[in-house]
């Protein structure tokens, strides 16, 4: 099956500054990848999501990456507010199933 | 709209003891998901099901089975409980037409296994 692998698992950042978390895949025939933030005690709530046959996608302060040949895809938060402070968690859809990855602590501190 | 909903919210069990998850959803979703939470580890799927009827085994299946009867419900059951089920239980659906991929997540069932 398809084993997805995120760093870093924590990351702290000043306020305003950026924040990157990356994520690789094994199976070529994934071809959908979001990206979810979990905050305490609440459930995964979609960010952002992106397709295997586009490269970059945008939204707001948030931008995913991805690179098929090399398998790996990434998040990028810009401007950081402390409402950012979540657990980040990618994932990729093979078939009909989803696989995540072991998630990424983000503290903005302001 | 209700979403996705879960009941329990909370539930402790002793080894042994059975329980059963229920997952409901009013969006028409074809495809539902079971997956459970364990710190440092992610989400990790257990089973899920394409339609009505119809179930499929996930990553980590064992110990748990499930029932697909209605559409809208999607039942998740433990027959003898283990500590190592402690966890959080999130169950989601997703629409599958138009292309569409995001699962909608419910509020979670956290589990404790005595």
């Known amino acids: 099956g398809e084993n997805v692998e995120q760093h870093p698992s924590t990351l702290s950042v000043q306020e305003g500054d950026s924040a990157v978390i990356k994520c690789t895949y094994s199976d070529s025939a994934s071809n959908y990848f979001p990206w979810y933030k979990q905050e305490l005690g609440k459930r995964p709530q979609l960010i952002i999501d992106?397709?295997?046959?586009?490269g970059e996608k945008k939204d707001q302060r948030i931008a995913v990456t991805l690179n098929k040949t090399a398998k790996h895809f990434s998040l990028h938060i810009t401007e950081t507010q402390p409402e950012d402070s979540a657990v980040y968690f990618c994932?990729?859809?093979?078939?009909?199933?989803?696989?995540f990855g072991t998630g990424t602590s983000l503290t903005v501190i302001p | 709209n209700a979403g996705v909903t879960q009941t329990p919210k909370f539930r402790v069990l002793k080894t042994g003891q059975s329980m059963t998850l229920l997952c409901a959803q009013d969006m028409n979703h074809e495809y539902m998901y079971w997956y459970r939470q364990d710190p440092g580890m992610g989400l990790r799927l257990i089973h899920y099901s394409v339609g009505e009827g119809t179930t499929a085994k996930g990553e980590v299946p064992d110990g748990y089975n499930v029932s697909r009867l209605k559409k809208q419900n999607f039942l998740l059951g433990l027959e003898s409980a283990a500590p190592s089920q402690t966890s959080v239980y999130f169950c989601?659906?997703?629409?599958?037409?138009?292309?569409?991929?995001?699962?909608?997540f419910g509020p979670g069932t956290r589990l404790t296994v005595t």
């Open positions: 989601a659906s997703r629409s599958p037409s138009g292309g569409a991929r995001e699962q909608y």
């Open positions: 992106i397709r295997s046959n586009v």
């Open positions: 994932a990729a859809i093979t078939g009909n199933q989803f696989y």
